[in-house]
């Protein structure tokens, strides 16, 4: 139905829920040779103050560090991508496949080569400083060997967190995943905002006060304050990736608009 027009699509002042029938694709400059599908700017809702996009290389491509000296998670969905971080020599150069991520510093030089066709998820946000803190350096991880936690107790809901719970980090990425009927414990309000991508399964997703089939390859926008909540369909389990700011005071935040 959707060359009817028909879309699970939806854009309200402090969500959105994208979905793969409307995507529509673009390039950047740092990423020559691949499609692009921006899913989050600042330009949305509520004025988001991170960017999230999904890459799709061909075999060959290459991108480099953004031009504006952004810090990026990158998540490799599928295929096999080649990340090389520039003047460091070949041990930080590292073959990523399903899963694999690396986290890239603000200003930090590197290319990502596709060594197969690949698909890569991308969140970027400006870095906050903080007078006395040291940056993080170039971090490296898989999400499937990451064991996780039981999240508020129920081992039914694992939460994997990606990045190091400290300081230097401005962002957290993690997964959340769902044993069929497993649900957040209660709707969640809060100044954070989130970027997610669908990763396996569906669910319902609460957002204000509507309630939103979603399934793989969805995306959603949370801005500051947006009730939410999830609840896991189906027989099989569900996942999410999702970002969220931490560790700055809100009025400290680029982008907060004052």
């Known amino acids: 139905?959707?060359?009817?027009?028909?879309?699970?699509?939806?854009?309200?002042?402090?969500?959105?829920?994208?979905?793969?029938?409307?995507?529509?694709?673009?390039?950047?400059?740092?990423?020559?040779?691949?499609?692009?599908?921006?899913?989050?700017?600042?330009?949305?809702?509520?004025?988001?103050?991170?960017?999230?996009?999904?890459?799709?290389?061909?075999a060959g491509a290459t991108a480099r560090?953004?031009?504006h000296g952004y810090q990026r998670f990158a998540f490799v969905l599928s295929g096999e991508v080649e990340a090389q971080i520039e003047g460091t020599g070949d041990g930080e150069k590292r073959t990523l496949t399903d899963y694999d991520y690396v986290y890239l510093p603000a200003g930090v030089a590197h290319t990502l080569?596709?060594?197969?066709?690949?698909?890569?998820?991308?969140?970027?946000?400006?870095?906050?400083?903080?007078?006395?803190?040291?940056?993080?350096?170039?971090?490296?991880?898989n999400e499937r060997?990451?064991?996780?936690?039981?999240?508020?107790?129920?081992?039914?809901?694992?939460?994997?967190?990606?990045?190091?719970?400290?300081?230097p980090f401005d962002f957290m990425v993690s997964t959340m995943s769902f044993a069929p009927g497993a649900t957040l414990p209660y709707t969640e309000v809060h100044y954070m905002e989130h970027g997610l991508l669908m990763l396996e399964g569906e669910g319902l997703?609460?957002?204000?006060?509507?309630?939103?089939?979603?399934?793989?390859?969805?995306?959603?926008?949370?801005?500051?304050?947006?009730?939410?909540?999830?609840?896991?369909l189906g027989r099989d389990w569900s996942k999410y990736l999702l970002y969220k700011d931490m560790n700055r005071h809100p009025l400290a935040m680029l982008g907060c608009g004052l």
């Open 1 to 58: 139905m959707k060359h009817l027009g028909a879309t699970r699509s939806a854009l309200e002042n402090a969500h959105a829920v994208i979905t793969p029938e409307t995507f529509v694709r673009t390039a950047l400059a740092e990423w020559p040779g691949s499609a692009v599908v921006l899913h989050i700017a600042p330009v949305i809702g509520t004025r988001a103050r991170f960017v999230q996009f999904t890459a799709q290389m061909p």
């Open 65 to 67: 560090e953004s031009a």
């Open 113 to 141: 080569t596709a060594r197969s066709d690949a698909r890569v998820a991308v969140f970027e946000k400006p870095y906050e400083a903080v007078e006395g803190v040291v940056p993080p350096g170039v971090y490296w991880g």
């Open 145 to 167: 060997e990451n064991p996780g936690y039981a999240f508020e107790g129920d081992d039914h809901l694992i939460a994997r967190k990606l990045l190091p719970d400290e300081v």
């Open 205 to 232: 997703y609460k957002l204000q006060q509507t309630y939103y089939p979603v399934t793989t390859g969805d995306v959603i926008w949370m801005g500051a304050h947006c009730p939410q909540w999830y609840g896991a």
